[in-house]
């Protein structure tokens, strides 16, 4: 079982550039998140999914885009990227309702610098 | 504001203690989780509770949802316990809202 596979684990952006984090999940689990964990913090909601095509804001989404065209894939894309979105990012997963996937499922993280 | 807080912040324990973490919430809510961060950085769900106790080998979970109150334990702690524990409420019905703690750092020497 992969779980929640997550990439890449490290990335270095220079102010203004753009990338896409992405995550995937093999358990069909109908929720899907991304936060974003900064030093001494709890851990953010950027954004989350309830299900392929619907997606809604986090407590801190600006700056940050998603999609969600299947039930497997929820990239998280950053656009003009700014120092203030340097943090290490974390996509889960889970399905409500449904026993031990009730709980969350989370991918190995990325650590993202923007300098 | 919707707030959690967790207790102690730190905590260092001798191999064999058993430990009792805290988490403190303001709000109604639906469900509590209990999260393990590895020194690595990977996080791990232990336990999701809405109500009365679960137990899962040496760890044991607890929740008051009247005194808005949980409790994590850990009988004969062994040093790879050793991690960051967090406590996340769910309120207001929706999966988006999820409030996390900061966590406590447990560090247990052998």
């Known amino acids: 079982n992969a779980g929640v596979t997550q990439t890449p684990k490290f990335r270095i952006l220079k102010i203004g550039q753009s990338m896409t984090l992405q995550c995937t999940q093999d358990?069909?689990?109908?929720?899907m998140y991304w936060y974003r964990q900064d030093p001494g913090m709890g851990l953010k909601l950027i954004y989350y999914?309830?299900?392929?095509?619907?997606?809604d804001k986090g407590e801190v989404p600006n700056g940050y885009n998603v999609s969600r065209s299947t039930t497997e894939d929820f990239p998280l894309r950053l656009e003009l990227a700014a120092p203030s979105q340097t943090s290490v990012y974390f996509c889960?997963?889970?399905?409500?309702?449904?026993?031990?996937?009730?709980?969350?499922?989370f991918g190995s993280g990325t650590q993202l610098s923007v300098l | 504001k919707n707030e959690v807080e967790q207790s102690p912040q730190n905590l260092t324990a001798q191999e064999g203690e058993f430990i009792t973490i805290n988490c403190s919430y303001s709000?109604?809510?639906?469900?509590l989780h209990w999260l393990q961060q590895h020194p690595g950085g990977g996080i791990v769900s232990l336990f999701m509770?809405?109500?009365g106790k679960k137990k899962h080998g040496r760890l044991i979970a607890t929740i008051n949802i009247q005194e808005k109150h949980s409790s994590l334990h850990i009988t004969a702690s062994h040093p790879r316990d050793s991690a960051v524990y967090i406590c996340?409420?769910?309120?207001?019905?929706?999966?988006?809202?999820?409030?996390f703690g900061k966590g406590t750092k447990l560090s247990v020497k052998p």
């Open positions: 889960a997963s889970s399905y409500p309702g449904r026993g031990p996937n009730e709980k969350l499922f």
């Open positions: 358990m069909n689990h109908n929720y």
């Open positions: 999914s309830v299900g392929a095509g619907i997606t």
């Open positions: 709000v109604g809510i639906s469900a």
């Open positions: 509770l809405s109500s």
């Open positions: 996340a409420v769910l309120y207001g019905g929706s999966q988006g809202n999820l409030i």
